[in-house]
């Protein structure tokens, strides 16, 4: 079973939160507004190339209606089955972890 780095988590995330229009070039967006920081045009394809490999994501190109984009053709960006499965691992360890914070933060009292 494959595992998700930091950043392909991030992505699958990012994914999920764009439902209506993941296109690539938003996902992108919304990683380096949300998460607050910078995402280099390689290193997020390479990432999607890796999660595409590991059967986490799968994507269509799509023709573009944005007369900038010259015609090059749009990638639509989908988590499968595995993806989602490999997120919500994720979610259940960082949960596990996070809720330890509590007594030593003082939350919950």
């Given at each position: 079973?494959?595992?998700?780095?930091?950043?392909?988590?991030?992505?699958?995330?990012?994914?999920?939160?764009?439902?209506?229009?993941?296109?690539a070039?938003?996902?992108?967006?919304?990683?380096?507004?949300?998460?607050?920081?910078?995402?280099?045009?390689?290193?997020?394809?390479?990432?999607?190339?890796?999660?595409?490999?590991?059967?986490?994501?799968?994507?269509?190109?799509?023709?573009?209606?944005?007369p900038?984009?010259?015609?090059?053709?749009?990638?639509?960006?989908?988590?499968?089955?595995?993806?989602?499965?490999?997120?919500?691992?994720?979610?259940?360890?960082?949960?596990?972890?996070?809720?330890?914070?509590?007594?030593?933060?003082?939350?919950?009292?």
């Open positions: 079973m494959s595992r998700v780095r930091d950043f392909e988590l991030l992505v699958i995330l990012a994914i999920l939160r764009q439902p209506e229009e993941p296109y070039n938003r996902i992108r967006e919304d990683l380096e507004r949300n998460a607050k920081r910078r995402v280099t045009r390689g290193a997020f394809y390479r990432t999607l190339d890796r999660l595409q490999q590991k059967g986490m994501i799968r994507w269509e190109l799509e023709p573009s209606r944005v900038e984009r010259g015609g090059h053709p749009m990638r639509r960006l989908h988590v499968t089955a595995t993806g989602l499965a490999a997120a919500r691992r994720q979610q259940e360890v960082l949960l596990r972890f996070l809720n330890a914070l509590e007594p030593l933060t003082g939350e919950n009292e």
